[in-house]
């Protein structure tokens, strides 16, 4: 008889997507209303994402959500995921997180990350641009998906670059490629801030003290999340805070992605030993069949993303079914649908257990895309009561 570890706990990431026939007024009424149907069914954190000029979205400022989410409910956790530091300064940063734990009365996580792409990405984009019109390479996946202890990894795939929205991006969001922040420096800032501990930079007289309310001694929760073996996880490690592993964003490198992670780790005055959530996109639905059909339009929706670098509001399924993707579009969002965890409950949760025992995770984040809250609403449900989060 297969042995299951315990059910680690449920989170839940929003993307605050505006679907089609939305607007970002219905996207945040629907915001408010999910996560107090996902308090109600036992998941520990609701976190929501920034993105910006994603007219698909409506969490361009998604940290003013959290102190309304705060309000609606009374347990869940509330917090980021992420704040994008590049776009602010660590004071900013600070300062907003000790504003919203202060305000809610009931703490506050912030999860941090980097701004992209880099300077080295956005070189990599050029040469595969120049590969496609040379036609020395080809869209689509390099290889095939392979599975570890019954998780898939996924297969790189090549996709045209644009770097024309990159750079318009960069330029309205202050970003500079080519002159990357220090991202270890900016998290020592904001955890000095937060601490009481940061030290003026420069020629300040040592007896200049600076102290950022009202984040000094605000009950922040930081966390840093990361999609590969690189710097934000040495850097969540090197100061033993707790961890967001992209599997949903980047699945191709989720197993280094954490042991770099652990290999980092320093305990810390916050944290004894090493702390993983992941981040998983999934659809639960009664049946693996409905599941997959209300499914079907994440694949337009990230091929726009891809191709575009934006995506437009979320279709419906009948309106996705009118205008599928070609089999050569459906090759450049592959990797992600292989990876998204759809199904029945007992589908679902046994493909989640397999991703715990690879990864090692102590939590999961679950996000799920939709046109429809109820069948969003369902499907966060279903999960829960498949996977005993009230145990």
Do not use: C
């Amino acid at each position: 008889m297969t042995s299951f570890p315990t059910a680690i706990p449920l989170s839940v990431l929003d993307l605050v997507l505006i679907t089609e026939g939305g607007d970002a007024a219905s996207a945040f009424a629907e915001t408010i209303a999910l996560a107090q149907a996902v308090e109600e069914a036992g998941y520990r954190r609701y976190w929501v994402a920034e993105h910006h000029l994603f007219p698909g979205g409506a969490g361009a400022a998604s940290v003013l959500l959290t102190p309304t989410i705060a309000r609606a409910t009374s347990t869940i956790r509330v917090g980021t995921a992420v704040i994008i530091v590049d776009h602010h300064t660590p004071l900013q940063v600070a300062e907003v997180a000790g504003t919203v734990a202060t305000l809610t009365g009931r703490g506050f996580d912030l999860g941090i990350g980097r701004g992209g792409p880099s300077a080295e990405q956005r070189e990599r984009g050029r040469q595969t641009n120049a590969a496609l019109e040379a036609g020395t390479t080809r869209p689509g996946p390099i290889g095939e998906h392979r599975e570890v202890e019954g998780v898939v990894i996924p297969s790189w795939v090549v996709t045209p670059f644009n770097d024309a929205r990159a750079g318009l991006n960069d330029r309205l969001l202050n970003r500079f490629p080519g002159n990357p922040t220090d991202f270890g420096a900016q998290v020592e800032d904001i955890l000095g801030f937060l601490r009481g501990t940061f030290t003026a930079p420069g020629e300040v007289p040592a007896d200049v003290h600076i102290t950022a309310s009202p984040a000094e001694g605000a009950d922040v929760e930081v966390w840093v999340h990361g999609s590969s073996a690189g710097v934000s996880a040495e850097v969540a490690g090197a100061n033993g805070l707790r961890f967001g592993a992209n599997y949903h964003a980047l699945p191709q490198n989720i197993l280094e992605t954490v042991q770099a992670y652990r290999d980092a780790f320093v305990p810390s005055a916050e944290l004894d030993s090493p702390y993983i959530a992941v981040s998983v996109d999934v659809l639960v639905a009664d049946t693996d069949e409905e599941a997959q059909r209300l499914a079907k339009p994440f694949e337009r929706w990230l091929y726009s993303i891809r191709t575009d670098y934006v995506a437009g509001p979320y279709l419906s399924p009948e309106t996705d079914a009118a205008n599928p993707l070609t089999p050569e579009q459906a090759l450049l969002v592959s990797d992600r649908v292989a990876t998204r965890i759809v199904g029945s409950p007992e589908t679902v949760v046994a493909r989640l257990r397999a991703l715990q025992i690879a990864t090692g995770a102590d939590e999961f984040v679950i996000t799920t895309q939709a046109h429809s809250r109820a069948v969003r609403e369902q499907s966060y449900r279903l999960l829960a009561e498949a996977w005993g989060t009230g145990q």
